[in-house]
T-cell receptor, first 113, second 113 residues
């Protein structure tokens, strides 16, 4: 039973660039949520995708966008990278939306220089 | 602003003792509560979910919920050095008509032999 997978594991980008992170949910799950975790902080909710639509969104600017594909996998795109975007980006999957237990992937460590 | 509060610790307990981790939340309407364990450099791992007032036990872990006091806790019995990690409390909180997963900053637990 495959768990949540994310790629890449690590990424280094320059301020102003754009980045795309990818996530495949756990087998049987159809909902993907994205989180940003800064060092020493809890994960902060970015948005959630279900049925290929953004269902909920946290307090993040429009520079953060996403997509969900028919196979339930998802991408997180961040435009015009800022130094403050450096963080661990986590993907979590669940079944049928917001109120269910979420399972996290290993994360993508993004460093913006 | 809706918040989830946790004591950052570290909480230090001897091997074999009971570790008690606490969490308070600001949204009285919250219905779903979760505890995650996060080892250093790793992603969060779901330990337990709880939805109703009272206790829920799973092996050495017991989650306790008191919605009137807006308080949720996690007890770890017979603590082991392998339990040393950061424990994250997460609450689904109503925001803009949807429930948004909101994490606390986590409590660092150290179990010493």
């Amino acid at each position: 039973d495959a768990g949540v997978t994310q790629s890449p594991t690590h990424l280094i980008k320059t301020r102003g660039q754009q980045v795309t992170l990818r996530c495949s949910p756990k087998s049987g799950h159809d909902t993907v949520s994205w989180y940003q975790q800064a060092l020493g902080q809890g994960p902060q909710f970015i948005f959630q995708y279900y049925e290929e639509e953004e269902r909920q969104r946290g307090n993040f600017p429009d520079r953060f966008s996403g997509h969900q594909f028919p196979n339930y996998s998802s991408e997180l795109n961040v435009n015009a990278l800022l130094l403050g975007d450096s963080a661990l980006y986590l993907c979590a999957s669940s079944f049928r939306g917001e109120d269910y237990e979420q399972y996290f992937g290993p994360g993508t460590r993004l460093t913006v220089t | 602003q809706k918040e989830v509060e946790q004591n950052s610790g570290p909480l230090s307990v001897p091997e074999g003792a009971i570790a008690s981790l606490n969490c308070t939340y600001s949204d009285r309407g919250s219905q779903s509560f979760f505890w995650y364990r996060q080892y250093s450099g790793k992603s969060p791992e779901l330990i337990m979910s709880i939805y109703s007032n009272g206790d829920k036990e799973d092996g050495r872990f017991t989650a306790q919920l008191n919605k009137a006091s807006q308080y949720v806790s996690l007890l770890i019995r017979d603590s082991q050095p392998s339990d040393s990690a950061t424990y994250l409390c997460a609450v689904n909180m109503l925001s803009g008509g949807s429930y948004i997963p909101t994490f606390g900053r986590g409590t660092s637990l150290i179990v010493h032999p």
